[in-house]
């Protein structure tokens, strides 16, 4: 059970937060986001099971008690910074995905202040796309590519910053 709002922080992904991850199951339809066993994953050298990749793509998102909520990709492309994310699975839809994802935000910010931070979404996934649009993203293009199960359909969604001056709750202390 989730009480009160928690302050999201970022840190580098160790290896038993990874561990834990994989062992994270959704519910339909979102079960596509799993991921394969952490042993097969190191044994592979895939993704954050290889620690080079880990250490500089990955991070943690703890709360203030140091509890793993999930975990972010930070893929730098030219001029262009691509995040990914997962949030644990039982905390999913408990209004906390918008700070989730600005915490996200922040982490991008401070390794590439100059680039546009995008982001990929499935089209079907109404869920992220609402709580990326409340963390200031924005549909800029659409595309079908090649999944482990097929050809689907995505956004292209890209950080929109709040203007100077505007009252926003994108920043907090």
Not at 18 to 32: L, V
Not at 92 to 114: D, I, L, S, W, Y
Not at 123 to 151: C, L, Q
């Amino acid at each position: 059970m989730i009480h009160g709002q928690p302050k999201f922080q970022t840190a580098p992904m160790q290896a038993e937060h990874a561990a834990e991850i994989c062992t994270w199951s959704y519910p339909p339809p979102y079960n596509i986001y799993g991921w394969l066993p952490w042993e097969q994953m190191v044994q592979l050298g895939i993704e954050f099971g290889d620690p080079y990749i880990r250490q500089q793509q990955y991070v943690s998102i703890l709360d203030e008690k140091r509890r793993l909520w999930g975990f972010a990709q930070l893929f730098p492309m030219e001029g262009v910074l691509r995040i990914g994310l997962g949030m644990r699975p039982d905390w999913c839809g408990n209004g906390m995905g918008k700070r989730f994802v600005e915490a996200v935000v922040r982490e991008a910010r401070q390794r590439k202040p100059h680039d546009e931070i995008d982001l990929e979404v499935l089209t079907w996934n109404e869920r992220a796309i609402r709580t990326y649009r409340k963390a200031g993203f924005v549909i800029t293009d659409s595309y079908e590519r090649m999944t482990p199960s097929g050809m689907a359909m995505f956004y292209c969604m890209v950080y929109s910053p709040p203007r100077s001056g505007s009252h926003s709750s994108q920043h907090q202390p």
